[in-house]
């Protein structure tokens, strides 16, 4: 089973509204911490947002925030006041405490901005 | 500045040409990792290291070494590359906690002929 899964393959916003990306994961390790990159046009990987699988709220950075719904096993990212340079590759990733200890990515939402 | 190196950055070989990625990181991690990226799979982990002279395979290993004789360089061995080890990669560190953030190099786009 995938551990984690974005079935978005791609997504269209306005400039300055908010975009949602969807992202499920799989896991039955009690203790485990989700992230969010952003992979531009140009190729790196961007580390975006955190969130720990027993952080009671939901984590924020800037106009980033996670939707994180533990019993849906669901961690959206949420995009506010989108800008054109956000239009990237948005991966979700899944670190457990047990096993190799790697993240496991998805296969990723590309976004695109719109003017 | 604090930061994940990789060298190089492109690279266009041919079949069994042995070759390798360097890796180098400032931050004083203890663990580092080598991910592959290819279309419709998203970034699959090669090896890891969980400290100096502790080295592990991750999902994707077959045709791959690694060493972590030091903290800050994890390089990345191919003995005998082939075409299907055509990707992009990435080198990545994290402090050493299971939950910390990776942080990932700039790339390396190989092209094995």
């Known amino acids: 089973a995938q551990k984690i899964t974005q079935t978005q393959p791609g997504m269209f916003v306005q400039e300055k509204e908010a975009v949602t990306l969807d992202c499920t994961y799989d896991t039955s390790d009690p203790s485990y911490g989700l992230f969010w990159y952003k992979q531009p046009s140009s190729g790196e990987m961007i580390f975006l947002i955190y969130?720990?699988?027993?952080?009671?709220q939901n984590a924020t950075e800037g106009r980033y925030s996670l939707n994180f719904q533990k019993a849906r096993k669901s961690a959206n990212l949420v995009i506010s006041a989108s800008q054109l340079g956000d239009s990237a590759m948005y991966f979700c990733a899944m670190r457990e405490t047990t096993g190799a200890n790697n993240l496991f990515f998805g296969t990723g939402t590309r976004l695109t901005v719109i003017p | 500045e604090a930061q994940v190196t990789q060298n190089p950055r492109y690279l266009i070989t041919v079949t069994g040409k042995k070759l390798t990625v360097t890796c180098s990181q400032n931050m004083n991690h203890e663990y580092m990792s080598w991910y592959r990226q290819d279309p419709g799979l998203g970034l699959r982990q090669i090896y890891y290291s969980m400290n100096v002279e502790v080295t592990d395979k991750g999902d994707v290993p077959e045709g791959y070494k690694v060493s972590r004789k030091e903290k800050r360089n994890f390089p990345l061995i191919l003995e005998s590359p082939s075409p299907n080890q055509t990707s992009l990669y990435f080198c990545?560190?994290?402090?050493?906690?299971?939950?910390?953030?990776?942080?990932f190099g700039p790339g390396t786009r190989l092209t094995v002929l």
């Open positions: 990545a560190s994290s402090l050493g906690r299971r939950l910390d953030t990776q942080y």
């Open positions: 969130q720990g699988s027993y952080d009671q």
